[in-house]
């Protein structure tokens, strides 16, 4: 079993700064890419950014140079440093850990922009 945990949403004003975390915890062995996504209601889960186990990044046109991908392996912790948030970045931020081949999913976590 492959736990994945995020934390870090919540409420900011627009042109603000949150941070998002997500530690995978459990039967893990290796993992190989990590990354977050985003899904409004009604449209479909989409990729905001990834990070290869060696550092290699990459980025939604919508974030570029102001969301900073970030991962610690010795912790099985990817981070999302989100700066000059504008309120279309509100959505539910779902964490992935590409895991033997096998994507896992954390639970999702609220990040809400205040105009």
């Known amino acids: 079993q492959v736990q994945l945990v995020e934390s870090g949403g919540g409420l900011v004003q627009a042109g603000g700064s949150l941070r998002l975390s997500c530690a995978a915890s459990g039967s893990i062995f290796r993992i190989s890419s990590m990354g977050w996504y985003r899904q409004a209601p009604g449209k479909q889960r989409e990729l905001v950014a990834t990070?290869?186990?060696?550092?290699?990044?990459d980025y939604a046109d919508s974030v570029k140079g102001r969301f900073t991908i970030s991962r610690d392996n010795a912790k099985n912790t990817v981070y999302l440093q989100m700066n000059s948030l504008k309120p279309e970045d509100t959505t539910v931020y779902y964490c992935?850990?590409?895991?033997?081949?096998?994507?896992?999913w954390g639970q999702g976590t609220q990040v809400t922009v205040s105009s």
């Open positions: 992935n850990a590409n895991i033997r081949g096998f994507p896992y």
């Open positions: 990070i290869t186990s060696d550092g290699r990044t």
